[in-house]
C-alpha cells in the first residue's frame, strides 16, 4: 500500500511568507495613514467652516460678530452682561452650531466658572476640536479666583486671531507691517461688537478663527514638550490669539515663524505642511506652513489697507 504524505511548510518558506507579509505591511501603513489623515483634515476644515458660517449668522442676526472674550471692563462693558462677568467666545455660537440644548443651560448673567455653567462649559463639543489634534475630551485647569473656586473648562482647537501683537522685536526687524494699534485688530477682540461694514479689508481677506489645537499640552513642531498651559477653553476667558510669531525651534515671545512652530499662542495644526483657517465671510482652506509671517499677519487684520500676499 502506497502511503501519501501531505506536503507541509519548511521553517525557511514559512519565514519567507512572513517577510512578505511584513513588507506588505510596511508598505500598506503608509498609505493607509495618509487616508487617515486626509480624512481628518477635511473633517477639520468641515468644523472650522461650520463655526465659521455660525459666527456669519450671529452677525446677520445681531449686526455684529461675537466677542472673542468677555472680561470685567467698566470702560468698555459687553452689552447685556454684568460688567465682572467672564465668558468665552464659544457659549455664543452654542445656539448656531446645533447646541441649542447648552446653549439654554447656560447664564451669561453669571460667570462661566459659576455652578450653574460648569456643567455646560466642561462639555466635549465636536464641532470644537479638530480630529488630527490629540484625543477627544481634553480640559484646562482654571485657577481658583474672584470668589470662585479652581475648577476646568473644555478646550477648543479653533481660536479667534483678536490682534496682531506689533511689539518691539516684530517691527523693527521688518517682520510686520508697522501699523497704529486701531489697525491691527482682529474681528473677535475683548467685548467686541465687530459689524461686517467695519472689517475694511474685506470678508474674504480675514481670518475670523485659526487652529491653535492641543492644549492643554504644548507642542512644538510636531512634537510633545513639557509643561502644560491653561489656554483655549471655547467657554473661557482664555480663549483669543495676540499674533506674534515664534522662533523657527517653537520658541522665544515672537519670531517670524508663524504657523506650526508652537500652539502657546499661536497659529498650530497636526497637519503635514500646514493649518485649516476659516474667514469672515464663511469660506475655509488650507495654508501653508511656508506663509510668511506678514502675509499672516495681514489676514488676522479687519482694517490694516495692506496689500495681501500669497498664503501658499
Known amino acids: 500500500m502506497i502511503i501519501s504524505r501531505k506536503s507541509a511548510f519548511t521553517l525557511i518558506e514559512l519565514l519567507v511568507v512572513i517577510a512578505i507579509i511584513a513588507i506588505l505591511i510596511g508598505l500598506l501603513l503608509p498609505a493607509i495613514q495618509k487616508v487617515r489623515e486626509a480624512s481628518n483634515r477635511a473633517s ?22 461675537p466677542p472673542g472674550v468677555v472680561l470685567p471692563s467698566p470702560a468698555q462693558p459687553y452689552p447685556g452682561v454684568p460688567v465682572s462677568i467672564n465668558h468665552g467666545w464659544g457659549v455664543f455660537l ?10 439654554s443651560q447656560y447664564d451669561k448673567q453669571q460667570d462661566y466658572r459659576s455652578g450653574k455653567n460648569q456643567p455646560v462649559v466642561n462639555t466635549w463639543i465636536k464641532s470644537f476640536t479638530c480630529p488630527s489634534a490629540p484625543g ?6 482654571v485657577a481658583a479666583g474672584s470668589g470662585f473656586p479652581a475648577t476646568t473648562a473644555a478646550v477648543s482647537d479653533y481660536l479667534p486671531t483678536s490682534i496682531v501683537d506689533q511689539n518691539n522685536l516684530l517691527t523693527p526687524a521688518g517682520l510686520i507691517d508697522n ?16 459689524r461686517m461694514a467695519d472689517i475694511k479689508d474685506g470678508a474674504s481677506n ?3 478663527l485659526v487652529e491653535s489645537a492641543g492644549t492643554p499640552e504644548v507642542w512644538r513642531l510636531g512634537a510633545k514638550a513639557a509643561g502644560t498651559q491653561n489656554t483655549a477653553a471655547w467657554g473661557g476667558r482664555s480663549s483669543t490669539l495676540n499674533i506674534q510669531g515664534k522662533q523657527a525651534n517653537g520658541t522665544g515671545a515672537s519670531g ?5 512652530c508652537s500652539n502657546e499662542g499661536e497659529i498650530y495644526g497636526f497637519h503635514t505642511g500646514g493649518v485649516n483657517v476659516v ?5 475655509s482652506r488650507f495654508i501653508a506652513v511656508k506663509a510668511d509671517i506678514r502675509a499672516v499677519a495681514r489676514m488676522v487684520t479687519m482694517a490694516g489697507n495692506e496689500v495681501n500676499s500669497p498664503l501658499d
Open 44 to 65: 477639520c476644515l468641515n468644523n472650522m467652516k461650520q463655526l465659521g458660517l455660525a459666527a456669519v449668522n450671529f452677525e446677520g442676526t445681531y449686526q455684529y460678530f
Open 94 to 103: 452654542l445656539p448656531y452650531i446645533e447646541q441649542g440644548n447648552l446653549a
Open 136 to 141: 477627544p475630551g481634553r480640559q484646562i485647569n
Open 179 to 194: 501699523v497704529v494699534t486701531a489697525e491691527r485688530r482682529g474681528i473677535m477682540r475683548l467685548n467686541s461688537m465687530t
Open 206 to 208: 480675514t481670518f475670523v
Open 256 to 260: 517670524p515663524c508663524a504657523i506650526n
Open 279 to 283: 474667514f469672515a465671510d464663511g469660506s
